[in-house]
């Protein structure tokens, strides 16, 4: 079965520095994966995927994440963290693009001014 | 394009009660999923839906749980005799796919107290 690891829970950054949240999964085909955000009271908002090609994906709000098939990860980053990116992040799998999602359990980002 | 809908956003109820949640999905998209996040969790798959017919369904969704779709359109989640583990977040998802692609179009969620 798919499982995915956000093995941060919490990660606090100063506006402007970088950003790395990590994120493993398990899978044994290729697997389809997904960066979501979480504001409080809000829904889930899609910040970026990978189906296949370059492993190095972007999306929106300047983040992008990198495949790493050898170490089954898929880390999403950003250069310069805005205090409005503070929020839950969640990793997700899916063992095809249109079918069920298996989420991590979520990285809270919070953002020192 | 409106985006994915839920109804209510908040529903507060007595233990032993039966709730029904409504989702209305984009309107051209043809799947339909629910999920359902517990505080300082991911959220966990419970169901989907293609076109009108449910086509997974989670051990999760244990026999208490029913959704439906009838026309392929809007979907209803019934809980009957609610518990209080039943408290959560339940989200609705819809995305438009045939054997592949399509990501997923989260709602905001209809947050259940059980009391």
């Known amino acids: 079965a798919q499982s995915v690891t956000q093995p941060d829970i919490h990660i606090t950054v100063s506006e402007g520095a970088s950003l790395e949240l990590r994120c493993n999964y398990s899978?044994?085909?290729?697997?389809?994966l997904f960066w979501y955000v979480q504001s409080p009271g809000q829904g889930l908002q899609l910040l970026l995927k990978?189906?296949?090609?370059?492993?190095l994906v972007q999306g929106i709000k300047g983040f992008e994440a990198e495949f790493k098939r050898s170490q089954s990860s898929f880390n999403l980053r950003k250069p310069s963290v805005h205090w409005s990116d503070a929020a839950e992040y969640f990793c997700?799998?899916?063992?095809?693009?249109?079918?069920?999602?298996?989420f991590g359990g979520g990285t809270r980002l919070m953002v020192k001014p | 394009d409106t985006g994915v809908s839920q109804d209510p956003r908040h529903k507060i109820t007595k233990r032993g009660q039966n709730v029904t949640f409504r989702c209305d999905p984009i309107?051209?998209?043809?799947?339909l999923y629910w999920y359902r996040q517990t505080l300082g969790q991911g959220p966990e798959f419970l169901t989907y839906f293609q076109n009108e017919a449910q086509l997974e369904k989670s051990r999760l969704l244990s026999d208490r749980f029913s959704a439906e779709r009838p026309k392929g359109s809007f979907s209803t989640l019934e809980i009957q005799r609610t518990e209080q583990g039943d408290s959560a977040m339940y989200l609705c998802?819809?995305?438009?796919?045939?054997?592949?692609?399509?990501?997923?179009?989260f709602g905001p969620g209809t947050r259940l107290t059980v009391t």
């Open positions: 899978y044994g085909a290729t697997p389809y």
């Open positions: 309107s051209e998209h043809n799947r």
């Open positions: 997700a799998v899916a063992h095809n693009a249109g079918n069920m999602l298996t």
């Open positions: 990978y189906f296949s090609g370059d492993t």
């Open positions: 998802a819809s995305s438009f796919g045939l054997a592949q692609m399509g990501e997923q179009y």
